[in-house]
């Protein structure tokens, strides 16, 4: 749980280790000696996939986030993808819905970074259904929000969260050194396939998007 995270500066232990938090959250409370394994995929994952969907076919992939970090972690992706028309949008203010629904109209893509500010039970409805009024595809932020009604998302399982953190511990004891906090390094595709056929896309499957994003 997030909450804990203070827990992670308690000096009685050598290392210490979180387990599916918000790297939004672990940022502000992470010390020399913790690591972790993110709640969330990697940002250029979910753009991967959202490549993967559209193809060679130009677009325009809006992208709202609260924290700057997230439009920097993808910048030196931005070239592998040239029909990829990038709308960046900070949201600082009291109506987070109102600027993601602005930034839906201008976009044929958007990709959820997944910050709970912008992505969560109370905004989730508006989100979508503003995303159906425009036919915007929306990409992650999570399965949650696929088995919602977004378009779709890279998840990883509960058994690919408890494998990360056990090779991260292995890997810590053996070297004596604590370990970069980390994404689970295995992941799959879900797709809303309801969402897809009322919006006229006729996809491959899951594995096959999953094979076209490499090793992200």
Known sequence: SDHLLPLLSESSYRFSFALYVSEYHYDDTQTANSS?????????????????????KPQRLGLAYVNPKFEKSIENDIEKYPDLHFIFKKIDD?????????LIQDSDILLSTGEPELYNAQTIRSILLSSYRHNTLVIGPNEGF??????????????????????????TIDSDTVQAPRYPSVFTVKVNRHVAASMGIDLPSEAELKKALGDQ
């Open 146 to 171: 696929v088995n919602a009604g977004a378009f779709a998302s890279v998840i990883s399982h509960p058994q690919d969260y408890a494998q990360e953190i056990r090779l991260l511990i292995e890997q």
């Open 36 to 56: 972790a394994v993110f709640n969330n995929q990697p940002l250029s994952r979910q753009l991967a996939l959202a490549n993967a969907i559209v193809g060679k």
């Open 94 to 102: 009291e109506n987070p819905v109102r600027s993601l629904n602005h």
